[in-house]
């Protein structure tokens, strides 16, 4: 009798190990998948289909085939804000965010289907909104990168109707393009 329950014990001791290592990653995974799930809704069906996800550490979360990177929400946001962008945001988007200077010299398209939580039309790193940054909370939306010849015209005013130029005269200017109602 000894015998089989020390041999018992020896074959659930790795079993129960396997176990407790599957369900310890499953919250893990299923947190991978809420940021997956979070990503791909600011892009259409077809375009999140072939999409590679990242998250903000710039850990991949999902492959893709397309050129385009999602990213989720940013951790920092209480909202909503996931982005989908090509090769060319996604060099703005370093430059942006580690306040480089980047000169746009190509086309560039992002996808904001998702919407956003807002942010300042003239100050490309304010976190909220003041009496003078000029904030709107913008629906679902595109955005296109341009060289600057290219974007001069376009009207600063969120509320025209149409396209607008948040970040007027700074590296980071872009090009906002609604597609749908702001909540």
Do not use: F
């Amino acid at each position: 009798m000894k015998h089989l329950h020390g041999d018992r014990k020896r074959r659930i001791g790795p079993g129960l190990a396997a176990l407790l290592a599957s369900l310890s990653g499953s919250g893990m995974v299923q947190a991978d998948q809420a940021m997956i799930d979070d990503a791909l809704a600011a892009a259409t069906p077809g375009l999140a289909e072939g999409a590679r996800v990242v998250d903000w550490e710039g850990t991949v979360l999902k492959e893709g085939t397309n050129g385009y990177t999602c990213l989720p929400t940013p951790p920092t946001l209480d909202g909503t804000a996931p982005m989908c962008l090509d090769e060319a945001w996604m060099h703005w988007a370093m430059a942006w965010q580690h306040k480089q200077p980047i000169t746009v010299d190509t086309l560039g398209i992002a996808y904001m289907l998702a919407g956003d939580e807002g942010a300042s039309l003239v100050d490309p790193y304010a976190e909220g909104p003041t009496d003078d940054n000029a904030w709107v909370e913008e629906g679902p939306h595109l955005m296109l990168i341009a060289p600057a010849a290219l974007l001069e015209g376009y009207s600063t005013d969120p509320y025209n109707g149409g396209p607008y130029l948040m970040w007027r005269g700074t590296d980071y200017q872009h090009l906002m393009i609604p597609v749908g109602p702001r909540d």
